[in-house]
């Protein structure tokens, strides 16, 4: 199976800072996911297709990458952006996550 | 809207079995496939499996075969998992999701969670 591995796996923000969450792949995938997932809340789907916004998204959120290296990355940091992101393959069998960043506000 | 209603918190002893449901509200049940997906307390997301409403077709995670089976009720738009043979590495948070866009995961339940303990 397709590993993902995120990084940092912990990092933390100042309001408008920017932010960027690297995902990379133990083999070639053709579109990466990404989730956020607040604390006791269920995962929330933010970018399908390597850059394509989920419905009621805010746009300072952003997706990019290709082959083994995707990223995320928030352009303005909000305090309600502090979360786990996650992202995640279906390009193989089966569909993995990576093991999540945890984004906190400074 | 889309709604995933799951059922409630599960505690279960170890060996048993225990089966949870997943009521769909808002599109039509039949067109769209629900995969479930666990979470270990603290730690990331792991696939079990989908099936597609419509036919009850179903595809797992090599993991979870012969650990998860999923059904569902068209009459009722509910889709329902069952784990078996429970041990405490079951334990987690178990969502449903309904699959959306290319190969994402656009609406959630709110989850269930299995507590095995004797």
């Known amino acids: 199976e397709i590993v993902l591995t995120q990084s940092p796996t912990t990092t933390a923000a100042s309001p408008g800072e920017k932010v960027t969450i690297t995902c990379l792949a133990s083999?070639?995938?053709?579109?990466m996911y990404w989730y956020q997932q607040k604390s006791g809340a269920s995962p929330k789907l933010l970018i399908y297709?390597?850059?394509s916004l989920a419905s009621g998204v805010p746009d300072r959120f952003s997706g990019s990458g290709s082959g083994t290296s995707y990223s995320l990355t928030i352009n303005t940091m909000e305090a309600e952006d502090a979360a786990t992101y996650y992202c995640?393959?279906?390009?193989?069998?089966?569909?993995?996550f990576g093991s999540g960043t945890k984004l906190e506000i400074k | 809207q889309v709604k995933l209603l799951q059922s409630g918190a599960a505690l279960v002893k170890p060996g048993a079995s225990v089966k949870m449901s997943c009521k769909a509200s808002g599109y039509t049940f039949t067109d769209y496939w629900v995969s479930w997906v666990k979470q270990s307390h603290g730690k990331s997301l792991e696939w079990i499996g989908e099936?597609?409403?419509?036919?009850?077709?179903?595809n797992f995670n090599e993991k979870f075969k012969g650990k998860a089976t999923l059904t569902v009720d068209k009459s009722t738009s509910t889709a329902y998992m069952e784990l078996s043979r429970l041990t405490s590495e079951d334990s987690a948070i178990y969502y449903c999701?309904?699959?959306?866009?290319?190969?994402?995961?656009?609406?959630w339940g709110q989850g269930v969670m299995v507590t095995v303990s004797s």
């Open positions: 995640q393959q279906w390009s193989s069998n089966p569909p993995t």
């Open positions: 099936i597609y409403p419509n036919s009850g077709a179903t």
């Open positions: 999701t309904r699959e959306g866009p290319g190969s994402s995961f656009d609406y």
């Open positions: 297709s390597t850059s």
């Open positions: 083999s070639s995938v053709s579109n």
